[in-house]
């Protein structure tokens, strides 16, 4: 029998953590609703605490990662079928892209959904972008503020209290006023579920500019393979349903 010979085949991958990112948005922000369910238990409400903070952090991560991704095949990287070249970029691309690395989301965001369809984002989705944008900044650079509580002894538990009335040095209402998010050391899976939400329809509307399809899995409570279709009409309450736990018969 004569020796089979193998060619080597050279094959490019761009790479991105985009679902990697999306996938544990999703398990955390479920787990922490999982956990608020029973907040009389006091470590259930400190974890739910924690993976709601961890998952809102992890969508804004995604979208980066993703707008990142698109941004190299369509800008950057002249192998990539989408690749523009730049002489059949205008003037305000060209702007753009010269301080890519220093733009916001949703000016990345804008960039490439005009580069496909001389539009932008909506004044709404921008708005509540820029929001988000500034929560994972004071959650990410750890931003400082200060309370004024006043106090009273709890009368059954020993060295216990509980807080009358509180001042905020922040207004909150006037930082997030679209997404109503809560302060950073109060953020749960309500606020978790707000940001993974506007991240879906911003991955929706990337889709459908882009003509890619884009997918993650889920690890809780089950393994889920997941897919968003931009060409597709779409329900975004679906994407915040419980995975079926039970078995396929």
């Known amino acids: 029998m004569d020796d089979m010979t193998k060619e080597d085949v050279l094959k490019t991958e761009i790479r991105s953590l985009y679902a990697l990112h999306l ?4 398990d955390e922000m479920r787990e922490a609703k999982d956990l608020s369910k029973d907040a009389s238990n006091g470590d259930n409400w400190f974890k739910a605490r924690r993976l ?12 980066e990662a993703l707008l990142n991704y698109l941004g190299y095949r369509r800008f950057f990287y002249s192998e990539a079928d989408e ?3 730049p002489e059949k970029r205008d003037f305000l691309l060209n702007r753009l892209l010269k301080s ?3 733009l916001r989301v949703n000016e990345k965001a804008s960039a490439l959904i005009w580069s496909y369809s001389s539009e932008v984002l909506s004044p ?3 708005g509540r972008l820029i929001e988000l944008n500034n929560l ?10 200060h309370t004024i509580s006043l106090i009273e002894q709890h009368p059954d ?9 509180e001042e905020i040095s922040v207004d909150w209402t006037k930082k997030f006023p679209r997404c109503k998010f809560k302060e950073p050391h109060a953020l749960d899976p309500e606020d978790a579920q707000t940001a993974l939400r506007l991240i879906i329809e911003l991955f929706n509307i990337l889709s459908k500019s882009t003509g890619q399809n884009f997918f993650y899995t889920t690890l809780y409570p089950i393994s889920q393979p997941c897919g968003l279709y931009g060409n ?10 419980t995975p079926k736990t039970e078995p396929l018969t």
């Open 136 to 145: 994972r900044n004071w959650i990410a650079h750890g931003k400082t503020y």
């Open 157 to 165: 538990i020993p060295y216990g209290y509980y807080i009358v009335d």
């Open 124 to 126: 709404n989705i921008e």
């Open 232 to 241: 597709l009409p779409v329900n975004i309450d679906n994407y915040f349903k």
């Open 52 to 63: 709601s903070l961890s998952s809102i952090l992890h969508a804004f991560c995604s979208l």
């Open 100 to 102: 890519w690395e220093k």
């Open 83 to 85: 690749y523009i070249q």
């Open 23 to 26: 996938g544990m948005a999703f």
